[in-house]
């Protein structure tokens, strides 16, 4: 591919993310992004008060698999530059999540009214950016060939604790024929910034997971009898530490439903 026809290709998948941006602003996106703006790298999103946010910061670090940090604002800054010269946190994600004193109050498609000078966004890697990389190798996603939210399950795998935020691992989950689950931890090895490898392959029940058909977040998908599941960390994860932190305020995206960036997933991956 030539330059010209690279810079052609990067052009229109920034209009198709800025369209995408533009009705999710305007209310008339509310869905979920998997399969969507295919190429660009999706994040999921936590928004803390800034004396929450050096602790939420630690838990990340300590946690770079589930909580792979992509950006991080400055307090009372909504606008993300280094994602997108149009990115408004307060209303270019489809659905939010308000969480007060750790417990979920209320799901909205707007946050400006709730926005202040203290608030701090952080942008974490998503696996919905792999998904383009594993079709690219030739692998089909179930949830996006059926229409659907990736399959997303609370599992016993502990996080390391900050001082405040602390819990277990929320999973995806994707069948895959044996052959096609080694092709891919292949290619999700490369991409560390969303979630990279698989952190469990094979039995659920070894993760603390009892019915593959009643995810707790997303929806189910079919597995085969020729297929395994495997599972990658989610970004879903800081959800339940913020339930057991109990901040007094905190603002996530609805899992599944992204905030669509600018940036390529190729500029994440490591060569």
């Known amino acids: 591919m030539t330059r010209q026809a690279i810079s052609s290709y990067k052009q229109e998948l920034l209009d198709t993310a800025r369209t995408l ?9 509310t869905s979920t992004t998997s399969g969507l703006a295919s190429g660009l790298m999706q994040g999921n999103i936590v928004i803390l008060t800034a004396d929450w946010a050096q602790d939420f910061l630690h838990f990340c670090q300590l946690n770079p698999v589930s909580c792979p940090l992509i950006a991080m604002s400055r307090p009372g800054e909504p606008l993300l530059p280094e994602l997108g010269k149009d990115i408004d946190i307060r209303s270019d994600v489809p659905e939010y999540n308000l969480f007060v004193d750790g417990e979920l ?16 966004t952080f942008v974490l890697g998503c696996s919905f ?3 383009e990389a594993l079709q690219r190798a030739g692998l089909a996603i179930r949830n996006i060939d059926l229409g659907r939210n990736v399959s997303m399950y609370d599992s ?9 935020f602390h819990g277990n691992t929320v999973v995806t989950m994707r069948p895959f024929s044996p052959a096609d689950a ?44 020729d297929e395994i599941p495997v599972f990658w960390a989610c970004g879903v994860t800081p959800q339940v530490a913020i339930r057991n932190a109990k901040p007094p305020i905190c603002i996530t995206h609805v ?3 992204m905030l669509v960036t600018d940036k390529l997933n190729d500029e994440l991956a490591i060569l």
């Open 105 to 120: 109050t209320q799901t909205r498609t707007d946050i400006a009214d709730l926005w202040n000078d203290q608030m701090v």
């Open 21 to 29: 941006r533009q009705q999710i602003r305007a209310g008339e996106f």
């Open 156 to 164: 016993s795998l502990a996080t390391t604790p900050s001082s405040r």
């Open 255 to 257: 899992p599944g439903k």
């Open 129 to 131: 950016s792999f998904e």
């Open 182 to 225: 080694i092709r891919a931890i292949q290619v999700t090895t490369r991409l560390p910034k969303a979630h990279g490898a698989p952190v469990h392959i094979g039995r659920p029940d070894l993760i603390g997971i009892d019915d593959l058909a009643t995810p707790q977040y997303g929806d189910s998908v079919p597995v085969h009898d």
